[in-house]
């Protein structure tokens, strides 16, 4: 009794925390290739967790055959996973030998499926390891947990500095754990005893959870996609609202199946909701990104003749798609009022406005009887000088605008302002203009010459094992006793009285190191120059630990950019430990 209420327990939180967690990892991680087959993993193992569970309570022929074709569906995933890790070269390498064993995967589950009979006595046998008959079969299903369970082992331990990394270390425990399990299973089919499978059971649930952390690891302190408290809050959230929900029906005498069904249901629905919330979040945010992008091409000078009205409607249309409104319009200060350059489902252009009541120091929200169809405006500014107006009218499907909705409307003039501003400054004369365009051009020319130097510089000397060891120490910054210990403040020859000391004085260093990226003066607010975005990219991540899409958002950068400038600053870091390191020598 006591060893089948253990296996009941355990497939119970087994399904649970598996199923959460690919969940999870979908809305987080989506479209990572290494995250996106733990979520096939994840999936397929809570599929066998569950099925295992109802087995217990409502035996059906055949369940053991799914189990099995899940087990294969979870391992193929795990060894393409592995694949995913390998160096590009090894890794287009591994193709053929990944496509045979998805084959392999996809016909070996078909003959268990439509095999019901496959396993032998399955009534009756809940909790111990199912046998197999001897049959091709057999032969073909336990050939192919070998194979796959070697090759992901050979892939793990054939990576470099697979051990040296916490991600290498918590890859390659979560992969034993399986493997060990496969190998219990294995045994169990030769063994005439029966093995209890909750050991089977337990050893899966502790590699698939290992691997679920590492991942969300990844995402939280590597690539920087969620903040530290999300993976825990989101977990006792989710996990705490369906466990009080099987509390109640517990409470109320219902079955252990119908128990299991409540736990299933909560979870996903309850993650769907929040997969839904990502999605329009994303979506959101890549709109944001979009028109941010359009209001920084209104700053280019490529084409200072042309007239600011046609920069301005493309922005108006992002603008309003992006805070659900119909119509906006932009109006430009004249001596007798203001006059609309730009509009989009509103005043038509040309028209004169009054200078009352559209001359404000800041956003102004108008009476509805005096002008039904606009609800705010907010000023255009050059210094201290109102020299435009933005105008838009009532959201299109909420009661009133929000927080945010407002501050991008002030973003929007703001760039509306520097522009006309600019406008003003340049040339009057065709002349001028032209000899400007050169002076430009050269100028841009020599910052090329300049900026192809520096990155061949940066791209030939420091070695990757440099740049990685580089990177986590500055993962662990604000952590002097781990950084006390990490092999830069020995290469570094940082010295302490003690660990603590010596990884206080290491991030002292690095600190002087990310400030010598930048260019100079204060800060500029937005939108940030691209001279500073070595800086403000390692400055924000490390030092102030501002998540990665935080930062893309202020820079209007999509993530292909911001991790081509991360790498491109950390290789700059890296050069200068190499130059410090040959001037030490040098002095010696």
């Excluded at 199912?130 to 892939?155: E, R």
């Excluded at 089919?189 to 093995?195: A, D, E, K, V, Y």
Aim: proline fraction near 5%; hydrophobic fraction near 45%; charge should be neutral.
């Amino acid at each position: 009794m006591f060893l089948q209420n253990l296996t009941i327990t355990t497939d119970f939180i087994a399904f649970s925390l598996t199923l959460w967690l690919a969940f999870y990892l979908l809305g987080r991680g989506f479209p990572g290739p290494v995250t996106m087959r733990a979520v096939i993993v994840l999936f397929a193992l809570s599929a066998f967790f569950f099925n295992a569970y109802t087995n217990i309570f409502n035996q059906i022929v055949g369940s053991a055959s799914i189990r099995a074709a899940m087990l294969m569906i979870a391992l193929s995933a795990w060894y393409s996973l592995t694949v995913q890790l390998l160096p590009a070269q090894r890794h287009k390498a591994k193709l053929p030998m990944l496509a045979i064993i998805h084959l392999a995967t996809l016909l070996v589950s078909m003959a268990l499926i439509s095999n019901k009979d496959s396993f032998l006595a399955e009534q009756g046998n809940s909790i111990w390891v199912a046998h197999m008959k001897v049959s091709p079969i057999f032969g073909t299903y336990g050939l192919f947990q070998v194979a796959a369970s070697g090759a992901i082992l050979f892939n793990l331990l054939s990576l470099p500095r697979t051990g040296q990394h916490m991600q290498g270390k918590y890859f390659l425990l979560a992969s034993l754990m399986p493997i060990s399990a496969v190998s219990f299973g294995i045994a169990g089919l030769g063994f005439s005893t029966p093995l209890p499978r909750v050991i089977q059971d337990g050893l899966l649930l502790s590699g698939v959870l290992i691997l679920g952390l590492s991942i969300a690891r990844h995402q939280t302190m590597v690539e920087r996609r969620t903040t530290l408290q999300d993976f825990p809050l989101s977990m006792f959230s989710v996990l705490g609202l369906s466990g009080l929900y099987v509390l109640i029906a517990a409470y109320l005498q219902k079955s252990p199946l119908f128990l299991g069904g409540i736990m299933l249901l909560a979870i996903s629905t309850h993650c769907l909701l929040d997969l839904a919330r990502e999605y329009l979040e994303r979506k959101r945010s890549k709109v944001n990104t979009q028109l941010h992008q359009q209001v920084r091409h209104l700053e280019n000078l490529e084409a200072p003749t042309k007239a600011p009205g046609e920069l301005f409607q493309a922005a108006l249309v992002l603008l309003c798609e992006n805070i659900g409104t119909d119509s906006a319009w932009v109006a430009t200060r004249q001596a007798d009022g203001y006059q609309v350059t730009a509009s989009y489902q509103a005043l038509a252009i040309g028209s004169l406005l009054p200078g009352q009541p559209f001359s404000t120091p800041d956003l102004l929200q108008l009476d509805d009887s005096a002008y039904p169809e606009c609800a705010w405006i907010a000023p255009a500014l050059a210094g201290t000088r109102q020299v435009a107006v933005v105008g838009i009218a009532h959201p299109r499907r909420k009661l009133g605008y929000t927080p945010d909705d407002l501050d991008l409307l002030s973003d929007v003039t703001d760039k509306i302002g520097s522009i006309l501003a600019i406008k003003d400054s340049l040339p009057a004369t065709q002349d001028q203009l032209n000899q400007l365009q050169l002076e430009t051009s050269a100028r841009t020319d020599q910052l090329r010459l300049k900026q192809d130097a520096l990155m061949t510089s940066l791209a030939g000397s420091p070695n990757q094992e440099l740049v990685s060891t580089l990177e986590e120490a500055l993962r662990h910054l604000q952590d002097y006793i781990t950084l006390g210990q990490s092999p830069l403040a020995r290469q570094m020859k940082i010295t302490g009285k003690n660990h603590v000391e010596r990884g206080r004085n290491l991030h002292d260093q690095l600190i002087q190191m990310i400030e010598s990226l930048h260019p100079g003066g204060a800060r500029p607010g937005d939108p940030i120059p691209r001279e500073w975005y070595n800086y403000v990219v390692l400055y924000d991540a490390y030092a102030r630990e501002i998540p990665n899409r935080e930062i893309m958002n202020r820079l209007y950068i999509s993530e292909g950019t911001f991790n081509r400038t991360r790498r491109n600053a950390l290789r700059g870091l890296a050069r200068l430990v190499l130059e410090k390191e040959s001037n030490d020598n040098a002095i010696k």
